[in-house]
């Protein structure tokens, strides 16, 4: 069993930057793939950023791609999100994801999630 605690959401203006982080504990596993996903009120909950369980590659969305950093830190069990040039159309709830095995854009192929932090950019 893992448990994923997001934070580091907040209000900010476009064009501001946050970084989100994600504490993991439990059985966690360097082998797990982890990604961020994002729900806007209304729409389904869509694929941002995910990495590798070995190796750190990326991947990322269309609508994140350049903006957007996902990095992890296995000395700590923690995943990070960092988000540059905020616009608008991000202001969702982020969650954090984990599965056993590669990473992934679907949201049903992963196994653990968190509860969500709060992102709101005002123009």
């Known amino acids: 069993q893992v448990q994923l605690v997001e934070s580091g959401g907040g209000l900010v203006q476009a064009g501001d930057s946050l970084r989100l982080s994600c504490a993991a504990s439990?059985?966690?596993?360097?082998?797990?793939?982890w990604g961020w996903f994002r729900q806007a009120p209304g729409k389904e909950r869509e694929f941002a950023a995910a990495?590798?369980?070995?190796?750190?590659?990326?991947i990322y969305s269309d609508s994140v791609k350049g903006r957007f950093t996902i990095s992890r830190d296995n000395a700590k069990n923690t995943v990070y999100l960092q988000m540059n040039s905020l616009k608008s159309e991000d202001t969702a709830v982020y969650y954090c994801?984990?599965?056993?095995?590669?990473?992934?854009?679907?949201?049903?192929?992963?196994?653990?999630w968190g509860q969500g932090t709060q992102v709101t950019v005002s123009s």
């Open positions: 994801a984990a599965r056993h095995g590669l990473k992934s854009r679907v949201v049903f192929e992963y196994d653990y």
């Open positions: 439990g059985r966690t596993d360097t082998r797990y793939a």
């Open positions: 990495i590798s369980g070995s190796g750190g590659t990326t």
